[in-house]
Nanobody, 124 residues
Framework: QVQLVESGGGLVQAEGSLRLSCAASGGTFSSYAMGWFRQAPGKEREFVASISKNGNIIYYTDSVKGRFTISREDAKNTVYLQMNSLKPEDTAVYYC?????????????????WGQGTQVTVSS
């Protein structure tokens, strides 16, 4: 069973930066595509970014393009989300997820394993 543990969330002022990390254990990390999703209060969970198993395919939702960067470090079984120029509307619980097929999908339902989430709060 794959376990995913997110860290790095917190409270930051608008235009600030945070780096989220997601450490995986119990599986073959290098064979999984990884994704980041977020869920704001009262809203559905939404796609943020994804990276394929070999890192050559990356997707972002439009609202974070140019501000967020997803990356992976297979030697550490970790995926990162560097978030710059944060906005109050980025406030949400951020979740990482793993897709056994290895594709950088945007679809929430394609992901097999999920972390518990980390809170990101951006103040104006």
């Amino acid at each position: 069973q794959v376990q995913l543990v997110e860290s790095g969330g917190g409270l930051v002022q608008a235009e600030g930066s945070l780096r989220l990390s997601c450490a995986a254990s119990g599986g073959t990390f290098s064979s999984y595509a990884m994704g980041w999703f977020r869920q704001a209060p009262g809203k559905e969970r939404e796609f943020v970014a994804s990276i394929s198993k070999n890192g050559n395919i990356i997707y972002y939702t439009d609202s974070v393009k140019g501000r967020f960067t997803i990356s992976r470090e297979d030697a550490k079984n970790t995926v990162y989300l560097q978030m710059n120029s944060l906005k109050p509307e980025d406030t949400a619980v951020y979740y990482c997820a793993a897709d056994r097929l290895g594709l950088a999908t945007k679809r929430l339902g394609n992901y097999d394993y999920w972390g518990q989430g980390t809170q990101v709060t951006v103040s104006s």
